[in-house]
């Protein structure tokens, strides 16, 4: 049985009775769980003795008119889940276990969070790091499994346990897509029928870029040329952007040389906003 946690001291009281020579995988999520996430918690599985998820919505990272309140919340399909994935533990906080009404320290990383999704989604990274580092504290793990559908997120998670020393090793979890190519999603649940048709061209509008790289286009700009030409192409979608960067700085770049890039997406498609990624070389 997947033991459930719901306060911080229970997780504490968990993780003390483990023996000290067990290694702990952590997977965060904001639940609605689907194939992507329970392929990380295989992921965890593989690499430690002892797996815990979380689940919780954490309003800080959603911003005042984005879908916080009707973000799904199916709890007892998500228990099924992890138990059926062999996790070993949960941890479900309410809202108030993770912030006091007055709590007034947050955590900034001030730089790869400004940019992409930073820059259309204000204080977004700061409520992402912020509870990240609220968890790891609680749950100690020694390592912790993100997905790279969500790539500047990871980007931004790493360059926060490197500058503020965490003793916790990141892995990143490939993506895990539908038939059609599209990356599951818990916000693709509100795509209507004619928009959930239309999706797979964001991951299209990636390949087709890919395509050009490995024909030897190495110029960013024809390569984002490419890439949006092929999205225009689908009047449901409209893109936010469509960047080349940097895999590493998120930072604009002119050619692509032997770092590799980051193809990044977000896009919406009626009010579902949705993102993706490719990374080249
Ligand atoms: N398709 C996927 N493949 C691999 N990992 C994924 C996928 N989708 C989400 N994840 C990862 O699961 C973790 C929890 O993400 P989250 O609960 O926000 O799910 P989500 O499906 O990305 O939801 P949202 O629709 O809010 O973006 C994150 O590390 C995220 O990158
Ligand atoms: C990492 C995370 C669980 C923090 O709330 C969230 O941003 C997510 O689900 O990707
Ligand atoms: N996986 C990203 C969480 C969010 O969009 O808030």
């Known amino acids: 049985m997947i033991t459930i946690l719901r306060t911080i001291a229970e997780v504490r009281a968990w993780r003390d009775s ?6 702990l ?4 999520t904001m639940g609605a769980l689907h194939a992507g996430h329970i392929s990380l918690m295989e992921l965890a599985r593989r690499h430690a003795d002892r797996t815990i998820a979380s689940i919780f919505v954490n309003p800080l990272q959603f911003g005042p008119n984005e879908d916080l309140s009707k973000y799904p919340r199916p709890i007892e399909q998500d228990l099924a889940l992890l138990e059926a994935a062999g996790v070993d533990a949960v941890f479900l906080p309410p809202v108030h276990e993770l912030y006091p009404p007055d709590a007034s320290t947050f955590v900034t990383e001030d730089s790869v969070s400004s940019h992409l999704c930073g820059a259309v989604r204000p204080g977004h990274f700061r409520g992402v790091t912020t509870v990240v580092l609220k ?4 749950v100690m793990p020694d390592l912790a499994v993100f997905g790279q ?4 997120q990871c980007v931004v998670i790493e360059r926060m346990v490197r500058d503020l020393n965490l003793r916790v090793q990141i892995l990143r979890g490939p993506i895990v897509r539908e038939a059609d190519g599209l990356a599951l999603s818990s916000r693709n649940i509100y795509l209507e029928p004619a928009d959930r048709q239309a999706a797979p061209a964001i991951f299209r509008s990636l390949e087709a870029a890919r395509k050009a790289f490995e024909g030897g286009e190495r ?3 024809a390569l984002a040329a490419i890439g949006r030409a092929s999205l225009a192409g689908e009047p449901r979608i409209s ?7 940097h895999p590493q700085s998120l930072e604009p770049i002119a050619t692509i040389g032997a770092e590799g890039a980051l193809l990044a997406v977000a896009a919406h498609l009626g009010n579902t906003r949705l993102i993706d990624n490719l990374l080249l070389g």
């Open 18 to 23: 483990l023996p000290s020579t067990e290694k």
């Open 25 to 28: 995988g952590f997977v965060p």
């Open 135 to 138: 968890l790891f504290n609680i």
């Open 149 to 152: 559908k969500d790539a500047q």
């Open 219 to 221: 110029d960013a700009a």
């Open 239 to 245: 893109p936010q952007y469509w960047e080349v960067r």
